[in-house]
């Protein structure tokens, strides 16, 4: 576990250690950041928020933000304005069968299952089912808990247990993957067989930090740089992958989208 510092995005767009932030680099938990976003401007953000997100955010997206808000590992959870973006994604595809790999507290699980018909369907997976459990009450209150299928451990072996049976691939319109980032390339071998041709692959944090444009021997916070070489791997394969059409976009800490095409 490692410590998230607060900085002022107008005066940085990358993380660097401190001496002081070295000493608090292996203190579990976070601290909160001004803003879960690569935006250079603090007010520009806010805009955002306060012009197009919050007037339009779900009463229970908001309870649940506001819940997730007081966790020390709150900013495991996506920004409001990356759940508005999975929300309007879903519908714009019409997905009907949708899956999503890390789940934390589940406000990018809600803002996808409320975006969801009625009959709709969302398979989960989070290694912790006490995160989850956090989020549940709000979730079952937005009366979208009948759609989601919440599967406690590692998601490999059961995205390797979904492939073996045939009826399986390509039956998932959207799958969303916010997890361990050195596990990337792995789900990606294993997801880009189970979303159907059209579907819609959404890989979170892959600009991580803006770090992934940083010269190697930038001083870094030892979380940003033990998984910077895999969101790079990442986006190099996704970027050289003929079976999707890929659009990279600076919303949250980047989130890259994969239409499958073959």
Known sequence: M?????????????????????????????????????????????????????????ESLKELRELTEKHPWNLLAIPPDEGQLLSMLVKVINAKNAMEIGVYTGYSLLSTAL??????????????????????PVIEKAGVAHKIDFREGPALPLLDQLIKDEKNKGSFDFIFVDADKDNYLNYHTRVIELVKIGGVIAYDNT????????????????????????????????????????????????????????
């Open 207 to 262: 600009l991580w930090n803006g770090s992934v444009a940083a010269p190697p021997d930038a001083p870094l916070l030892d979380y940003v740089k033990y998984y910077r070489d895999f969101v790079i791997e990442l986006n190099q394969t996704l970027s050289l992958d003929s079976r999707v059409e890929i659009c990279q976009l600076p919303v949250g800490d980047g989130i890259t989208l994969c239409r499958r095409i073959i």
């Open 2 to 58: 490692f410590t998230f510092t607060k900085y002022s995005h107008s005066q940085i767009s990358i993380m660097t250690i401190t001496n002081e932030e070295q000493q608090q680099n292996q203190l579990p938990g976070h601290k909160e950041l001004s803003h879960k976003s690569l935006l250079q401007s603090d007010a520009l953000y806010q805009y955002i928020l306060e012009t197009s997100v919050y007037p339009r955010e779900h």
């Open 115 to 136: 975006a969801l018909p009625s009959d709709g369907k969302i398979l989960a997976m989070d290694i912790s089912r006490e995160y989850y459990e956090l989020g549940l």
